[in-house]
């Protein structure tokens, strides 16, 4: 029983490549982001391959990671911002698993981050790549639902639609209504979405050091932001664009410069506000900043705590 | 060939059911499944039957599950048959789903919520490797999880309703009378429908159709953009008032798995912006089912809330109409039916039209 045993563990470790994806896979991802890289802001059509995540779940994102990751890169994955977010921790251990790299949640140690929904507050810097994982790529879709037409719209830079849906907005709510996925022109050609960050992250995407690249695996489509691109947001001259504010601090570190997350703390209601990226608010906690709240966060479980586990999950 | 004629039609399906049994049963060889294994092991599976068989009886639809050798809509087909037969006792009171022992809640709209995110048992953080271990069909290893120190909260509050109290959710619309609730199983479709009737409709719909549905509409064809209010999976008491006592009694406990969806509505000139609902439940574990089902509620909505009905997913009527699957694949596979008759009329009937075609092309060649 236990030779069976062995037999079937040692048949399921070979039976998948470094990285998971096989080689040829792995070529087509990888010429589809030179493609990408090239061309920013273009959606690059590929051939998305079936994942051991659900769709829209990452999917894109971990086949651009699994093609572009190599055996001495150091992983990062953030979910919301957060290393510890239960679908962060899944991707991160799944690579641990099918490629046996170094992991941190540390953003400077990272050569490679995985993130769905934000960006780091710690500034990126040459020689990392971040990778988005995106869920509806195309910026038109809510205006238009057929590929058919909006590739079009594309290929003629036809985006007046865009623009009249942000002027509508203007004329029913006196501002334009959208909080995250804000668009953006990149390199002054193509439409893009950010991806469904906050738009409060848009002003990081523009002319950052670092590789931004972008994959929605159940959509099938790859697009890049090299280094040092110009992106634009949308906006109007006298609507000019704004990113949110908050009247809080982060209750645990004090930060006035981070997104924030609203948390519930009790049946009546009651809120605080907490960073939600876990990695800055913990090298913050541990510089010695302190909130209002700051020793309140053992009751619960989801808040970062401020010793971050490195990499410590079992393989 | 003769499958019309009388005696060899007969012989024929005598065969036919020979093949079946046959097919079911499989290589002698490999020992037959019994009816709690599938229940027990094939847990999802006897789940969906009861959903859409309507039947909360797990040994049940692991019999029709057997029977039909795991093809769901064949299985769902055996039970609501059966369904059929069973007289109407009386009606339950409505469950109460805020009195649930919860094995797995989650919000998606705040990162804490009073009583937690319980993650339960789910194949989403699973990595969908293929584990070789199953195959050896070796000795069951230790599987039990760890159990927490102290147990949930009996009355776990709603994640959301916190913002619920500032007005940013629109209210729970109040549970109808008993006696007023539309019984699809009983009434024809009426249109347009409550919502009663068309969270039946949707409950018992098919999750593959309901699923693609929601699927269309947060794709784009359709106004959805939702965040999972709350899903939870759990088991609530089934309670009815014996008329000669007069107070609710317990009559035994299912598992269901509920799903509030919220939607963002911008208002309008009467109603200020604010999250909508959508709802859905299902019978066992089916929370994909649920999800589908609350995102196609909300999408159905739409008239209520003024916006376009534009797309199929907002279309009561296209809906509801297609939502049934013993509906829709009796109607596709009665196309294997002999249809000589209707052929021959057809065929006729295209004979005809091209003599004419070819009449009249000939005619204008003269003419010019």
Request: hydrophobic residues 35%; contains cysteine; negative net charge.
């Amino acid at each position: 029983m236990i030779d069976a045993h062995e037999n079937a563990a040692k048949r399921g470790r070979q039976a998948y490549n470094f990285a998971y994806l096989d080689e040829q896979s792995k070529r087509m991802i990888r010429r589809c982001i030179l493609k990408a890289m090239a061309v920013p802001g273009l959606q690059v059509p590929f051939g998305s391959r079936e994942m051991p995540l659900a769709y829209g779940w990452g999917t894109g994102g971990i086949q651009v990671t699994a093609s572009v990751i190599g055996p001495n890169d150091t992983l990062k994955v953030i979910d919301q911002g957060a290393d510890d977010a239960t679908n962060a921790v899944s991707i991160r251990r799944f690579f641990k698993r099918v490629a046996g790299i170094e992991t941190t949640e540390k953003t400077g140690a990272a050569t490679i981050i995985q993130t769905r929904h934000r960006l780091p507050e710690t500034p990126l810097r040459e020689g990392q790549v971040i990778v988005y994982q995106v869920p509806s790529p195309e910026p038109l879709r809510s205006l238009e639902p057929r590929e058919s037409e909006t590739r079009k719209m594309h290929a003629y830079a036809e985006y007046g639609l865009m623009s009249v849906q942000l002027y509508e907005d203007i004329a029913r709510f006196g501002h334009i209504a959208t909080a995250h996925s804000y668009p953006v022109m990149t390199n002054g050609r193509y439409l893009m979405s950010p991806s469904p960050i906050p738009k409060f992250d848009n002003p990081k995407v523009g002319d950052s050091p670092a590789i931004q690249l972008y994959g929605a695996g159940r959509e099938k489509r790859i697009y890049a932001v090299p280094p040092y691109t110009r992106v634009q947001n949308l906006d109007f001259e006298d609507h000019p664009f704004r990113v949110q504010k908050w009247r809080q601090c982060c209750s645990l570190c004090g930060a006035s410069d981070s997104y924030l997350d609203e948390i519930v703390v009790n049946d009546s209601g009651s809120r605080m506000f907490v960073c939600s990226d876990t990695d800055y608010c913990a090298t913050r906690r541990d510089q010695g900043h302190v909130g209002p709240e700051g020793d309140s966060q053992a009751a619960f479980g989801s808040l970062p705590s401020s010793k971050p586990e490195k990499g410590s999950e079992p393989r | 060939m003769a499958y019309v004629a009388v005696k060899g039609g007969e012989q024929a399906i005598l065969n036919s059911h020979r093949l079946v049994a046959e097919d079911r049963r499989g290589d002698p060889e490999v020992p037959a499944l019994n009816v709690s294994q599938i229940a027990e092991q094939l847990g999802l599976a006897v789940d969906r039957v009861m959903c859409e068989g309507s039947v909360y009886d797990r040994e049940l639809a692991a019999l029709a599950l057997k029977q039909a050798q795991g093809d769901a809509v064949e299985a769902i087909f055996l039970l609501r048959a059966f369904r059929t037969t069973l007289p109407r006792v009386g009606v339950s009171k409505p469950i109460d789903t805020d009195r649930m022992a919860i094995q797995r809640r989650i919000s998606a709209t705040f990162k804490d919520v009073p009583g937690g995110q319980v993650l339960g048992s789910t194949y989403e953080y699973t990595h969908r490797l293929l584990d070789f271990d199953l195959l050896d069909n070796a000795e069951a290893e230790v599987t039990r999880a760890e159990l927490a120190a102290t147990p949930l909260d009996a009355n776990c509050p709603r994640a959301f309703d916190s913002i619920s109290d500032e007005g940013l959710i629109e209210a729970e619309a109040p549970a109808p009378e008993e006696a007023s609730v539309f019984d699809l199983t009983r009434e024809p479709m009426a249109l347009p429908a409550g919502r009663d009737q068309r969270l039946q409709n949707l409950a018992r719909g098919d999750e593959g159709f309901v699923v693609g549905l929601a699927y269309s509409a947060l794709r784009g064809y359709g106004a959805a953009h939702p965040y999972v209010g709350e899903t939870r999976v759990g088991d609530v008491a089934i309670e009815v008032v014996p008329e000669e006592l007069g107070f609710p009694v317990s009559i035994g406990d299912i598992t269901v798995t509920e799903c509030q969806m919220l939607d963002l509505f911008a208002g309008s000139d009467d109603e200020p912006a604010r999250f909508t609902r959508g709802y859905g439940l299902s019978f066992g574990k089916s929370e994909r089912k649920a999800m589908g089902m609350a995102i196609v509620d909300r999408s159905l909505r739409s008239r209520e809330y003024g916006e376009d009905v534009k797309y199929p997913a907002q279309d009561e009527e296209f809906v509801l109409s297609h939502t049934d699957n013993l509906e829709a694949a009796g109607f596709v596979s009665h196309l294997t039916l002999p249809h000589y008759v209707d052929f021959q009329g057809d065929l006729q009937f295209i004979r005809q039209l091209r003599e004419e075609q070819a009449g009249s092309r000939s005619t204008k060649e003269a003419a010019e």
